[in-house]
């Protein structure tokens, strides 16, 4: 009779616990939930406060844009009559698409040169000046790199339209190779509501590309390659050219406007895949020239440079 009052006394005991740890779950989960409600979540903007990444004034106007088509231009007469009119320079054109050019006094470009400078200098030495957009001094391989643009905004890493001009040890201008591009082709794609840079931002701190202490210096527009076409056509796409700066390094990150991804870019290997296409182009063209030696010999030196790099 006792054992039977004692479980009785002890299930009661169980159950009445059971019921106190059931109401302190619910009461804790109700207090979980109204902090949750009441503290939302941060913004980009604060979080990267938090993290120390310095964030200066970026565009905030909406942009609606479209992707464009272009092929590689084929020189007609009227630009291989400019390109005849260039001075101090001899100069041919493979194909009637791909430009070599041959100083023939070297044009020094000063150490410390800034952008503007080194452009002001280049404009008077090439053809459509103009179209072209100086990007970099790449001082390893001691070539200054140009990028055409379309519609005002620069085509990054595309190798049908740039120019490599190359220095020698006295920082003097000594030949160059030029692609073109040809104008955008009408398109019946509509344009697209671009995302903001804040958002482009966002995804590179998301995807772990800002370090603490860097600093998000600004964000162009610019088009990118998106999908290269068998019928030589090209697609390009707007992209967020989101330059930062990370213990005094320089970086340049793109994110696609349209779509909203980052997009992966690795320029040393675009400079070595190009300087190994030019070298390709020139020996395919077999001029057996003395132009031909020159340019064949600046870039097997830009080209060694770019392998002693990678096997460092």
């Known amino acids: 009779m006792q054992w039977n009052q004692i479980k009785t006394?002890?299930?009661?005991?169980?159950?009445?616990?059971?019921?106190?740890?059931?109401?302190?779950?619910?009461?804790?989960?109700?207090?979980?939930?109204?902090?949750?409600?009441?503290?939302?979540?941060?913004?980009?903007?604060?979080?990267?406060?938090?993290?120390?990444?310095k964030i200066g004034d970026l565009p905030d106007q909406e942009y609606n844009e479209s992707y464009i088509t272009v092929r590689q231009q084929t020189l007609g007469e009227e630009e291989k009559k400019q390109l005849e009119d260039l001075t101090n320079q001899d100069s041919i054109a493979i194909d009637n698409k791909f430009i070599l050019s041959v100083f023939e006094k070297p044009v020094p470009i000063p150490e410390n040169a800034k952008d503007e400078e080194i452009s002001s200098i280049i404009e008077k030495n090439i053809m459509y000046p103009d179209d072209y957009k100086f990007k970099s001094w790449d001082k390893e391989l001691n070539v200054l790199i140009l990028f055409q643009k379309k519609n005002d905004r620069p085509v990054y890493f595309n190798q049908n339209g740039m120019i490599l001009i190359f220095l020698n040890d006295k920082n003097e201008m000594t030949g160059y190779t030029q692609t073109m591009l040809s104008k955008p082709e009408k398109t019946k794609t509509d344009k697209k509501s671009l995302i903001k840079p804040i958002k482009a931002v966002e995804l590179l701190y998301k995807s772990n590309q800002l370090n603490s202490g860097s600093e998000i210096k600004s964000a162009d527009l610019v088009f990118y390659t998106r999908i290269p076409l068998r019928n030589g056509l090209q697609v390009f796409v707007?992209?967020?050219?989101?330059?930062?700066?990370?213990?005094?390094?320089?970086?340049?990150?793109?994110?696609?406007?349209?779509?909203?991804?980052?997009?992966?870019?690795?320029?040393?290997?675009?400079?070595?895949?190009?300087?190994?296409?030019?070298?390709?182009?020139?020996?395919?063209?077999?001029?057996?020239?003395?132009?031909?030696?020159?340019?064949?010999?600046?870039?097997?030196?830009?080209?060694?440079?770019?392998?002693?790099?990678?096997?460092?």
């Open 238 to 312: 707007p992209t967020w050219k989101i330059a930062v700066t990370d213990k005094d390094e320089k970086k340049n990150y793109f994110v696609n406007a349209i779509e909203g991804f980052i997009i992966q870019s690795d320029e040393t290997l675009f400079m070595k895949n190009t300087i190994e296409e030019d070298i390709n182009r020139i020996q395919r063209a077999d001029l057996n020239s003395k132009l031909q030696s020159q340019l064949l010999q600046m870039l097997n030196e830009r080209l060694d440079l770019v392998n002693r790099g990678e096997s460092s």
């Open 9 to 53: 006394l002890f299930l009661v005991c169980f159950l009445v616990l059971d019921v106190y740890l059931l109401f302190q779950f619910f009461n804790k989960q109700k207090e979980d939930n109204i902090s949750v409600q009441d503290t939302p979540d941060r913004s980009i903007e604060e979080q990267l406060v938090q993290e120390n990444i």
